[in-house]
């Protein structure tokens, strides 16, 4: 508006010319100035040089608008921007339809959760036909962690979508739809995301994810939670202005992880402190804090908080500005991430930001092998299992050498017998047994007694 030409408004033409003659050329030339300054440098009486000052303003301000009209537009973008449907139909609906575009949309929960999953997922809806329920468009995923799999997506495809899928080509197909980026390192990133403005918006991009933005920072060595924080504030608004100027939804993942006994964390901007429950989560704020910062937690428009309590595994919708805080439990088929119900459940209390990262320690055996947590964690430190993308545990268990399949994006938790002969190591049976429960990331190394268990893994 402050770019309007004075050419183009409708002043008396001498007057206009006279702007014109004097290199007045915008309305923010002109307003700029005092009319006495105006009157001094056009050479033109005072009545006049008002009368020109409140036609310029008049067309440089935007028109009044009444909230009412205010509403109509909100509504009428919101369905222009759209939303990427999840498939899940019971958090689509809260969500009015999926994942919002032009803003930012948060996964966050602890390890092995699923949130790779549900990122897979997502990008399978982006490139899927919009006959479908696809949006027809191409994807791009940040892979951090080098997690993800074609051969996992084209699995959720044909699981889920077996009509489409199974047609000649269409694989292939989805799987080129999607470009896959893997940064080594946080300025890898910075110049990879920086590059992105342009091909977003030539290659009909309609989906970004970037998993995980926690494994981007535990990357570099850099000393100092501040300086961290500070060097993701960048990030934070570029992402932001990148989903709100190409108008696509931006997926991130979180990692959180309590380094205390307890399992649960809470972001740190929620809930005043009153009383000893929040007295007592706010130890366990410092770390997600340093992890995250406090301006990431802000700048996302969506979290959904992925956890695991009592061994089942929940999908919590704790920000949303068009649906209360709801919880869905969920389970990770071959299909890929389904809910349990469509209804979901109402959340209220300090409850709403909590992370259970797995069950609570309820009985004497549990208590037992929490005694080898800390042992693991000082061996191999707390990053060592974020780090890794595929965990076999070999064990015994009454007697049996096992081959368990305990994290992997591309295979749900298998157990296989094996032995060990002058051949090397073979396995018994090849139909591996499906693992469910906190036995996943168990540790036997004779008997009972002796059980480990990784620290903080979901259950
Ligand atoms: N084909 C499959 N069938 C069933 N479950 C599967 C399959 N592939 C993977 N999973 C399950 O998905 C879970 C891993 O999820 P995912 O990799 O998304 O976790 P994550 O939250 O991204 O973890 P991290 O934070 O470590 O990256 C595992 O429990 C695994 O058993």
């Known amino acids: 508006m402050a770019n309007k030409l004075i050419g183009e408004i409708d002043l008396h033409k001498r007057i206009s010319n006279i702007f014109a003659a004097r290199n007045i050329i915008t309305a923010k030339d002109a307003l700029s100035m005092t009319e006495f300054e105006l009157m001094e440098l056009l050479d033109v009486g005072m009545k006049e040089i008002q009368s020109a000052v409140r036609l310029i303003s008049e067309a440089a301000s935007p028109p009044c608008q009444s909230a009412r009209s205010l509403l109509e537009q909100k509504v009428e973008n919101e369905y222009l ?70 051969r996992r997506v084209i699995e959720m495809g044909l699981k889920s979508f077996p009509e489409v899928f199974h047609l000649k080509g269409m694989a292939q197909e989805m799987a080129g739809r999607i470009l896959v980026l893997r940064p ?23 989906l970004l994810v970037i998993d995980s933005m926690t494994a981007l920072l535990s990357g570099e060595n850099k000393p100092g939670a ?84 009592s061994g089942q595994r ?34 209220k209390g300090p409850g709403i930001n909590n992370i259970h990262a797995r069950a609570k320690l309820k009985d004497r055996f549990q208590e037992h092998t929490r005694r080898y947590d800390s042992h693991l964690v000082a061996a191999l430190g707390i990053n060592w299992d974020h780090a890794v993308t595929i965990r076999l545990v070999l064990e015994a268990k009454s007697g049996q050498r096992i081959i368990k399949v305990a994290k992997s994006p591309m295979s749900p938790p298998l157990a296989f017998p094996f032995h060990i002969t002058s051949e090397g190591i073979s396995l018994l049976s090849d139909d591996g047994a499906e693992l469910k429960g906190r036995g996943i990331n168990n540790i036997h190394a004779r008997g009972h007694s002796d059980m480990i268990n990784f620290n903080g893994d979901c259950s």
């Open 184 to 206: 080594t390192s946080l300025s890898d990133f910075t110049q990879s995301i920086q590059e992105l403005k342009e091909s977003i918006l030539k290659n009909q991009v309609k």
């Open 81 to 150: 921007l759209g939303h990427l449907p999840t498939h899940l139909k019971g958090l689509d609906s809260a969500l009015c339809g999926g994942i919002p575009f032009g803003v930012l949309t948060e996964l966050v929960g602890p390890p092995g959760i699923g949130k790779s999953q549900f990122c897979m997922k997502l990008a399978l809806s982006a490139s899927f036909p919009k006959a479908y329920g696809g949006l027809d468009g191409r994807v791009i995923y940040i892979d951090v962690e080098s997690k993800f799999s074609s």
């Open 226 to 309: 501040q300086r961290q924080q500070h060097q993701l504030g960048w990030h934070i608004s570029f992402l932001k202005s990148l989903a709100e100027f190409a108008r696509i939804p931006i997926v991130v993942t979180n990692q959180v992880r309590s380094q205390n006994r307890d399992e649960t964390s809470q972001y740190s901007f929620q809930a005043k402190l009153k009383d000893g429950f929040e007295e007592h989560t706010r130890t366990y704020d410092s770390h997600l804090v340093a992890a995250l910062g406090i301006n990431w937690a802000h700048a996302v428009t969506i979290r959904l908080v992925l956890e695991s309590k």
């Open 314 to 347: 929940i999908i919590k919708v704790a920000k949303s500005p068009m649906s209360p805080p709801l919880a869905f439990p969920f389970h990770i088929t071959s299909a890929g991430i389904s809910l349990l119900s469509d209804d979901g459940t109402e959340l």
